[in-house]
Nanobody
């Protein structure tokens, strides 16, 4: 059975950093494209980072570029998202998702995702 469990979210001040984790089970991360997606209150989902199959190719949204880093630990089957220099606009529920449809180099649809982990940035 496929399962994704996110953790690591917290309340931080602007400029702070966090490491989000996504523990995967039921499949190997190396066999699928994986993505981090966030959703702010009252807003639609917004993808922030995607790792292609094999982990060699990575893409970021404009908001994430230069501040966020997606990575993985193959041995532990865990995906990470390092958030740096956080801003209030980054406040959202962050999800880890397994991608099944990519369009124009961006994740468009998912077949599995977790419950999410909350990131709140405020002073």
């Amino acid at each position: 059975q496929v399962q994704l469990v996110e953790s690591g979210g917290a309340a931080v001040q602007p400029g702070g950093s966090l490491r989000l984790s996504c523990a995967a089970s039921g499949f190997r991360l190396d066999d699928y494209e994986m993505s981090w997606v966030r959703q702010a209150p009252g807003k639609g989902p917004e993808w922030v980072a995607m790792m292609y199959i094999g982990g060699e190719k990575i893409v970021y949204s404009g908001a994430a570029q230069g501040r966020f880093t997606i990575s993985r630990d193959v041995a532990n089957n865990t995906l990470y998202l390092d958030l740096n220099n956080l801003e209030p606009e980054d406040t959202a529920l962050y999800y880890c998702g397994r991608v099944y449809l990519v369009v124009a180099g961006r994740p468009k649809a998912y077949d599995y995702w977790g419950q999410g982990t909350q990131v709140t940035v405020s002073s």
